[in-house]
């Protein structure tokens, strides 16, 4: 089973920035059972650990595995200075003991939201061990779901049964410029990774939206069974019906009908623009076909120029994705046609108007006018006097 895998800047420590292409993950559904996840800090042991297991034992801690001193003032009293040594021993000691408990759970690979000091990553290095800290609480989340792991906050009980995650195999793995950690055969994932790689942030962005989107209208269509024909299919027989109906009506419901008949032809349009060919010839053959008997479900053949009996070839929509699509457009139009009066002031169109009403040529006349119609003299006094008396 293959999990998402978060953009980098979504990490809460990402890993280096790299000239390599990017690299996104997205929800899917695969028969792979994998879990990805993106590699976090490294520290001095990493390039020592172990990279790959077989039969793997998954830790998940939300516990600190560094060596730190005392955060809080504390005040010791000691009559003997080789007291010091034993307060620094208790330190080392605390450390050592999750250590030592991490080891003795019979764990492989451990990973933990918080931060996995150099000291950790050199002792789980030297017993054969991976760790990876700082990694992000969702990815950690699906670890857990995929692998059966259950997110400890203390080292201590962690020998009981249900605590450790399975994995088939697990591995290290270079993809692009970053480091990920696969989980391969978790014996409870329900999910899937989709890679995606590119030259650019945007190709990404666009790749990811794309295949959401699909995914969504896969998802969507399993929970509701109904379909009908894509291809701008739908549109073009909604179009000649109600430019049919129009034609009954009279006054402004025929305009009304028209317009919209004419608005839908839109979709099947841009389909064929999309697709290279031209629209003229698609449209007016689509046209002519959804006149017979038969033509209800031709849309656009985006393979070949041409149309297509859609429904047969087996391109599909959900019609509940349909339904929804006609509701929006309709309620936005309505939204559009309750707008009955804007306000705007007629003089900013002028060209060189400003604030007032007034043009640039109007207001410096005016000020013109205020300093005695003599300009900066004129205000200052006269023959520029004021201007000798401020020296």
């Not at 009506?249 to 009908?257: A, E, I």
């Not at 032809?265 to 290279?276: D, F, K, M, R, Y």
Request: glycine share 10%; with cysteine; net charge neutral.
């Amino acid at each position: 089973m293959v999990f998402p895998e978060r953009r980098r800047a979504r990490h809460a420590v990402a890993a280096p920035r790299s000239t390599r292409p990017p690299v996104r993950g997205a929800f899917g559904k695969s028969d792979a059972r994998k879990h990805v996840t993106q590699n976090q800090r490294r520290y001095a042991g990493f390039e020592q650990m172990t990279k790959s297991f077989d039969n793997a034992k998954v830790l998940c801690l939300n516990v600190e595995l560094e060596l730190k001193s005392e955060k809080e003032n504390a005040e010791v009293r000691i009559s003997d200075p080789d007291d010091y040594q034993s307060i620094v021993d208790a330190e080392w000691k605390i450390i050592y003991d999750k250590l030592a408990l991490c080891v003795e759970c019979g764990a492989n690979v451990v990973l933990s939201k918080l931060p996995i000091g150099d000291l950790a990553t050199q002792y789980f290095a030297d017993r054969g061990l991976f760790c990876a800290g700082r990694v992000a609480a969702d990815d950690l989340g699906r670890v857990c779901k995929a692998t059966g792991a259950v997110i400890q906050t203390s080292v201590q009980d962690m020998d009981r049964p249900g605590v450790l995650g399975l994995c088939a195999h697990f591995e290290e793995k270079q993809v692009g410029g970053e480091r990920y950690n696969v989980f391969t055969g978790c014996p409870a994932a329900k999910t899937a990774t989709i890679v995606l790689r590119g030259g650019s942030e945007q190709f990404i962005e666009e790749s990811h939206r794309s295949i959401h989107d699909a995914l969504m209208i896969a998802k969507r269509g399993a929970g509701d069974s109904r379909v009908v024909g894509g291809g701008g299919a739908v549109e073009m027989e909604l179009s000649r019906y109600l430019r049919v109906e129009g034609l009954k009506c009279d006054g402004k419901d025929q305009l009304v009908l028209c317009a919209v008949a004419k608005a839908l032809e839109v979709i099947p349009t841009q389909l064929a623009q999309n697709s290279g060919f031209d629209p003229t010839d698609i449209l007016n053959a689509l046209r002519k076909k959804h006149l017979d008997e038969d033509g209800l479900w031709y849309g656009v053949d985006c393979d070949n120029e041409g149309i297509q009996d859609t429904l047969e070839k087996e391109i599909w929509e959900p019609a509940l994705n349909k339904a929804n699509s006609l509701l929006a457009a309709c309620e936005a139009a309505c939204v559009i046609l309750k707008i009955d009066e804007t306000v705007r002031n007629p003089r900013s169109q002028d060209p060189g108007a400003a604030a007032g009403g007034q043009t640039l040529q109007q207001q410096h006349a005016r000020t013109s006018q205020a300093m005695g119609g003599r300009g900066m003299a004129g205000m200052m006094g006269r023959g520029g006097r004021g201007v000798r008396r401020l020296k």
